[in-house]
């Protein structure tokens, strides 16, 4: 995942879903919005290294048990991100909550892609 060109797009959809109240969100957003293009690099990395562990073990039986634990795991990863993002909500003015979270939607959905793609299956 290119880290940079996902956090831009991340910030792209979340500004262009927040519309007028952007300008709210923008400072602590893009900081989490940070953040979690960090996590969710180490979540790529995590899922390439368990696809890679799976695809080495001896019998087709283990190594589909073993991609199934993996893409759970990288599942419950991204879940648990969403789940943190929904932190910037806790941050926004009542006015600015839906805005935030059309951000947030957005930005999670870039990132979602951006895992999906570089690990090269659509498991997110």
Known sequence: ??????????????AAA???K?????????????ALTKAGRQLEADLLADIAAAAALTTAKKRKAATEK???????????????AEGVLIVGEADVKLAAQDAINAAIGILRTAINDAAGIAIL
């Open 18 to 20: 927040a519309k007028g």
């Open 22 to 34: 952007w300008k709210k969100l923008k400072g602590f957003a893009e900081a989490e919005f940070r």
């Open 70 to 84: 993996a893409k759970l795991r990288a599942r419950l990863g991204f879940d648990n991100l969403r789940l943190a």
């Open 1 to 14: 995942m290119n880290a940079e060109a996902t956090l831009k797009a991340m910030i792209e959809a979340a």
